[in-house]
Nanobody
């Protein structure tokens, strides 16, 4: 069974930074991609950032976070990160890690709350 555990969320002032981590364990049929999504209150879950598992230099971002957020991974630690800089109140939401394996199975983490406010 695959498990994903996110951490690093919290309360931060506008303009501040946070680094989210997602550590995964368990067996899966290889890994196709990894990414982050978020869900604000009353809104649909939306894509934030993603990358192929072997795709350094092939990251993709939502337009709203380009230039501010960076996704990266450490295969040795089975961890994917989301560095978030210049945070805005509209970045507030629950952030979810997503791993997709080679059979297109989706594995979600439990989510971590990010609140950007004075």
């Amino acid at each position: 069974q695959v498990q994903l555990v996110e951490s690093g969320g919290g309360l931060v002032q506008p303009g501040g930074s946070l680094r989210l981590s997602c550590t995964f364990s368990g067996s899966m049929f290889g890994m196709r991609s990894m990414g982050w999504h978020r869900q604000a209150p009353g809104m649909r879950r939306e894509f934030v950032a993603g990358m192929p598992s072997d795709g350094i230099g092939r990251e993709s971002y939502a337009d709203s976070v380009k230039g501010r957020f960076t996704i990266s991974n450490d295969n040795a630690k089975n961890t994917v990160y989301l560095q978030m800089n210049s945070l805005k109140p509209e970045d507030t939401g629950v952030y979810y890690c997503l791993i997709i394996d080679l059979r297109a199975n989706n594995y979600w983490g439990q989510g971590t709350q990010v609140t950007v406010s004075l």
